[in-house]
């Protein structure tokens, strides 16, 4: 399955997806049925970790461990029924991906989502036939910013060296966590985070969405000559 040229693991929410008003939407109304007051701004800061590190932001230790379980699983059923259908890919994803194999390079998915959601974005992004490895938060112990889904990542891609893989991710979690796996990042501003923000993570490079670093392909890091 590794290709010889090398790879790039994207994560999906905010990168891939236009996803992440949806999720902190669908966590604060999680939060509030639990009575737990947020704001939409506070949360949407988060978005981009599992559950296993938002959680522990907004929620205490001891309430946490009594309920963290019931409060994720609710979250879950609830951005399923209510917010799963609004959700929509970003422009260009298909083609950016189809221009990556059509280069030679293995496609794989790193997300903090559990492994239901992410086969379910697949479905929306309509790029199932262009994906060679996945993994989610049911591969890690721990979530982004922890490195365990990378990890877990490059796992999937045992022929390549780690400086053949790059990730491209929406959040500063998805840079660190990169990064302490042992991998580069470019960063995309479509999921809202500065770039001030991004660039301080480790991104190597930023670009607006997948259609615009598509459209400058041939200078970014995933570029033959530089890959």
């Known amino acids: 399955m590794a290709s010889p040229r090398g790879a790039v693991v994207f994560d999906i929410d905010g990168t891939l997806l236009d996803s992440v008003d949806q999720h902190a939407r669908a966590w604060v109304e999680a939060f509030r049925h639990f009575g737990i007051e947020t704001e939409e701004a506070q949360v949407r800061r988060q978005i981009g970790k599992g559950g296993d590190q938002l959680l522990p932001v907004f929620v205490e230790a001891d309430r946490l461990a ?11 059923d609830l951005f399923k029924r209510r917010y799963l259908d609004r959700v929509r890919p970003f422009p260009g994803v298909r083609d950016l991906l189809t221009r990556l194999r059509d280069e030679g390079l293995t496609i794989a998915l790193a997300s903090s989502g559990k492994a239901s959601e992410v086969a379910n974005y697949q479905k929306i992004l309509g790029i199932e036939d262009l994906v060679d490895a996945v993994t989610s938060s049911d591969d ?35 840079a660190e966590a990169a990064g302490k796996a ?17 660039s301080a993570a480790g991104c190597i490079a930023i670009y607006r969405d997948p259609q615009d670093l598509l459209d400058g392909y041939a200078g970014s890091p995933l570029a033959v000559k530089k890959l």
Do not use: M, N, Q, W
């Open 66 to 76: 009594r309920e963290g379980e019931t409060i994720e699983r609710y979250r879950s």
């Open 140 to 174: 890690a112990d721990r979530s982004k910013p922890h490195p365990d889904i990378f990890e877990a990542a490059l796992a999937k891609l045992p022929d390549l060296p780690k400086a053949a893989v790059i990730a491209v991710g929406d959040t500063p979690y998805d």
């Open 182 to 198: 042992g991998i580069g990042t470019i960063g995309l501003l479509c999921g809202g985070f500065p770039e001030a923000d991004l």
